[in-house]
T-cell receptor, first 114, second 111 residues
Framework: EPEVTQTPSHQVTQMGQEVILRCVPI?????FYWYRQILGQKVEFLVS????????KSEIFDDQFSVERPDGSNFTLKIRSTKLEDSAMYFC????????????FGEGSRLTVL | SQQGEEDPQALSIQEGENATMNCSYK?????LQWYRQNSGRGLVHLIL?????REKHSGRLRVTLDTSKKSSSLLITASRAADTASYFC???????????FGAGTTVTVRA
């Protein structure tokens, strides 16, 4: 069964360092998302992406964040200068339909900022 | 905020019992979805109900939607220990291109 894969599963970084989280969405999906979940808390929307551009982003997704689909298969989330409060589980998701469709989530990348 | 809010926050039941959790939201929606998350894992889609539907079934799951009250419920019948997980409702607003998730209900099924 097709699945969304994310790497790394866990990354530890120092405050101020750049981090890139990678995702390989399901191959025929067209819509891509990043969410994050701080331990034990709600799942927060960061950004949605379609046709090589951002469709919608949340207030969390400030200038420190960027997304890219560099090669037609990977979908990356970059945090330029990490802060302690960026520590969270980051989930990538993809869907075939942009609206009224179910999202398929990866297993997540746990980011720990020290 | 469009986010759904689940109630209760936590639920502990005996195997074989039914589990019911509720979700409320604030603005008009295209659809409402329920997801499941096992501890430390990704979210898995369970069921989607459209704004013009009132009830939907999938196996042991039953979802209702009341758009006049802006609320939904998820019923898991004949629960099993393997149903232990967090359950999240997620709404897609009429003008959104994203799903907004609530804080979830943690369900523990005791063997």
């Amino acid at each position: 069964e097709p699945e969304v894969t994310q790497t790394p599963s866990h990354q530890v970084t120092q405050m101020g360092q750049e981090v890139i989280l990678r995702c390989v969405p399901i191959s025929n999906h067209l819509y891509f998302y990043w969410y994050r979940q701080i331990l034990g808390q709600k799942v927060e929307f960061l950004v949605s992406f379609y046709n090589n551009e951002i469709s919608e982003k949340s207030e969390i997704f400030d200038d420190q964040f960027s997304v890219e689909r560099p090669d037609g298969s990977n979908f990356t989330l970059k945090i330029r200068s990490t802060k302690l409060e960026d520590s969270a589980m980051y989930f990538c998701a993809s869907s075939l339909q942009g609206r009224t469709g179910e999202l398929f989530f990866g297993e997540g990348s746990r980011l720990t900022v020290l | 905020s469009q986010q759904g809010e689940e109630d209760p926050q936590a639920l502990s039941i005996q195997e074989g019992e039914n589990a019911t959790m509720n979700c409320s939201y604030k603005t008009s929606i295209n659809n409402l979805q329920w997801y499941r998350q096992n501890s430390g894992r990704g979210l898995v889609h369970l069921i989607l109900i459209r704004s013009n539907e009132r009830e939907k079934h999938s196996g042991r799951l039953r979802v209702t939607l009341d758009t006049s009250k802006k609320s939904s419920s998820l019923l898991i019948t004949a629960s099993r220990a393997a149903d232990t997980a967090s359950y999240f409702c997620a709404t897609e607003g009429s003008n959104d291109y994203k799903l907004s998730f609530g804080a979830g209900t943690t369900v523990t099924v005791r063997a």
